[in-house]
């Protein structure tokens, strides 16, 4: 499992992650929203930790700099 993933890409999926946590513990999103949002942010949080994103691989795109 090759990193295909650059630095900004990954703060940008954080950043994301961490937004949508704001918006349910505020009580902006709730329901079926909240259970959706939450588990993209999930997976967004996982990808931007192991620096790789297995939908990258059938396009062969890489934000990673070489």
């Not at 990193?3 to 949508?20: E, F, H, K, P, S």
């Not at 009580?27 to 999930?42: D, E, P, Q, W």
Request: hydrophobic content about 55%.
């Amino acid at each position: 499992m090759k990193n295909n993933m650059g630095n900004l890409d990954r703060i940008i999926r954080t950043l994301l992650a961490v937004l949508v946590l704001v918006l349910y513990l505020t009580n902006v999103i709730s329901g079926t929203v909240a259970i959706i949002l939450g588990i993209i942010a999930v997976v967004f949080l996982a990808t931007s930790v192991i620096g790789f994103c297995p939908l990258y691989v059938p396009f062969r795109l890489s934000t990673k700099k070489e």
